[in-house]
T-cell receptor, first 112, second 117 residues
Framework: GNSVTQMEGPVTLSEEAFLTINCTYTATGYPSLFWYVQYPGEGLQLLLKATKADDKGSNKGFEATYRKETTSFHLEKGSVQVSDSAVYFC???????????FGQGTRLTINP | GAVVSQHPSRVICKSGTSVKIECRSL??????MFWYRQFPKKSLMLMAT?????????EQGVEKDKFLINHASLTLSTLTVTSAHPEDSSFYIC?????????????FGNGTRLTVT
């Protein structure tokens, strides 16, 4: 079945540091890939997505590129801020499917 | 923008009692809603897919008699945890997608933290 594996956290960085959170997936066909963010006490919000190979999703300075050859969708940001502290989830939806399969989440803490 | 409202945000109940959690799409219609459970420091696990006007589809290992789902209208789905036990304590999150246009994004509620004492 479909699955998503994220790098384990927690991840702690200083402000303005470069961020990478690794995500790899297993799926049949051509899934869509997502990154969701969960701020403390809140539900999940869609951060970015990519629906086909080589697509790059981007939002709020975050980027992720759909790499079919390495089955990866790593999240990157060039300069993180304290306000980026949250839990980040990588997810996929199978081809034609509505439901999402999530990775285990990575807690990110940015120190000033 | 599209909003999904979940209520209550927190609930504490005694073992053996039942708890109902509501999930509403505030400005769109959603034939299908999804219920997830999030364990501490773990990912979200899909529990069931709620279908308006028909029975919910439960994921493997989820007890349908324990987690009753009712999707009575195009804007409301409810999850009732029956005869709750401490091991049911968790964070429950619903999500919904507008019926149109196609490929509408999935919106999540803010979740309900259930504590069973």
């Amino acid at each position: 079945g479909n699955s998503v594996t994220q790098m384990e956290g927690p991840v702690t960085l200083s402000e303005e540091a470069f961020l990478t959170i690794n995500c790899t997936y297993t799926a049949t066909g051509y899934p869509s890939l997502f990154w969701y963010v969960q701020y403390p006490g809140e539900g999940l919000q869609l951060l970015l997505k990519a629906t086909k190979a080589d697509d790059k999703g981007s939002n709020k300075g975050f980027e992720a590129t759909y790499r079919k050859e390495t089955t990866s969708f790593h999240l990157e940001k060039g300069s993180v801020q304290v306000s980026d502290s949250a839990v980040y989830f990588c997810a996929l939806s199978g081809q034609g499917a509505q439901k999402l399969v999530f990775g285990q989440g990575t807690r990110l803490t940015i120190n000033p | 923008g599209a909003v999904v409202s979940q209520h209550p945000s927190r609930v504490i109940c005694k073992s053996g009692t039942s708890v109902k959690i509501e999930c509403r799409s505030l400005d769109f219609q959603a034939t299908t809603m999804f219920w997830y459970r999030q364990f501490p420091k773990k990912s979200l696990m899909l529990m069931a897919t709620s279908n308006e006007g028909s029975k919910a589809t439960y994921e493997q290992g989820v007890e349908k008699d324990k987690f009753l789902i009712n999707h009575a209208s195009l804007t409301l789905s409810t999850l009732t945890v029956t005869s709750a036990h401490p091991e049911d304590s968790s964070f429950y999150i619903c999500s919904a997608r507008a019926d149109s246009p196609n490929n509408s994004p999935l919106h999540f509620g803010n979740g309900t933290r259930l504590t069973v004492t």
